[in-house]
Antibody, heavy 115, light 111 residues
Framework: QVQLKESGPGLVQPSQTLSLTCTVSGFSLMDYSVHWVRQPPGKGLEWMGRMKYDGDTYYNSALKSRLSISRDTSKSQVFLKMNSLQTEDTAIYYC?????????WGQGVMVTVSS | DVVLTQTPVAQPVTLGDQASISCRSSQSLVHSNGNTYLEWYLQKPGQSPQLLIYKVSNRFSGVPDRFIGSGSGSDFTLKISRVEPEDLGVYYCFQATHENTFGAGTKLELK
């Protein structure tokens, strides 16, 4: 069955770089796009960017200068890297599969930016 | 950037009532290919969001027919007839016609 699972450090220091991995199963990254969405505690959802099935990437213009998304299709993994983290980047980070909507989501990983 | 404005911010309901949520876009959401990529999601407490509606009015697999999406251009509505306990949570509209954006959310809660 289709599954996505986010992994990464729970705590990142301010000004450092966040690295997250989304490991998928039940489908190929060459057939479906994977997006990243985040949610600060108690707040709404923010679309961050996507890895398209053909390897193309697209980013939220507000995050573009700090954000990079890549993948390893042989390992069924999509990676998110975001630099210059600040406290306002504290959030749950989700990866989700896209096909006529975000049909499958990971459980999310909580990332706290704090010294 | 496209801004999606959801109203109301909170919708108190009695179980069995109908609820209605509005989502207005700062730009038309009609894509150059003729499709309108407006979706609705429900996030229950402590859970990941779940897809309810895609392309304005298409229910995702397994979504009950009491969820009805409608609208066109820049004005959209999600109606929930006969609200049930499992419908409570925060509803988000989302557009993928332009750079993807979510609305701020509408909390469906008990009166």
């Amino acid at each position: 069955q289709v599954q996505l699972k986010e992994s990464g450090p729970g705590l990142v220091q301010p000004s450092q770089t966040l690295s997250l991995t989304c490991t998928v199963s039940g489908f190929s990254l060459m057939d479906y796009s994977v997006h990243w969405v985040r949610q600060p505690p108690g707040k709404g959802l923010e679309w961050m960017g996507r890895m398209k099935y053909d390897g193309d990437t697209y980013y939220n213009s507000a995050l573009k200068s700090r954000l990079s998304i890549s993948r390893d299709t042989s390992k069924s993994q999509v990676f998110l890297k975001m630099n210059s983290l600040q406290t306002e980047d504290t959030a749950i980070y989700y990866c989700t599969r896209s096909y006529y909507g975000y049909t499958y989501w990971g459980q999310g990983v909580m990332v706290t930016v704090s010294s | 950037d496209v801004v999606l404005t959801q109203t109301p911010v909170a919708q108190p309901v009695t179980l069995g009532d109908q609820a209605s949520i509005s989502c207005r876009s700062s730009q038309s959401l009609v894509h150059s290919n003729g499709n309108t990529y407006l979706e609705w999601y429900l996030q229950k407490p402590g859970q990941s969001p779940q897809l309810l509606i895609y392309k304005v009015s298409n229910r995702f697999s397994g979504v009950p027919d009491r969820f009805i999406g409608s609208g066109s251009g820049s004005d959209f509505t999600l109606k929930i007839s006969r609200v049930e306990p499992e419908d409570l949570g925060v509803y988000y509209c989302f557009q993928a016609t332009h750079e993807n954006t979510f609305g701020a959310g509408t909390k469906l809660e008990l009166k």
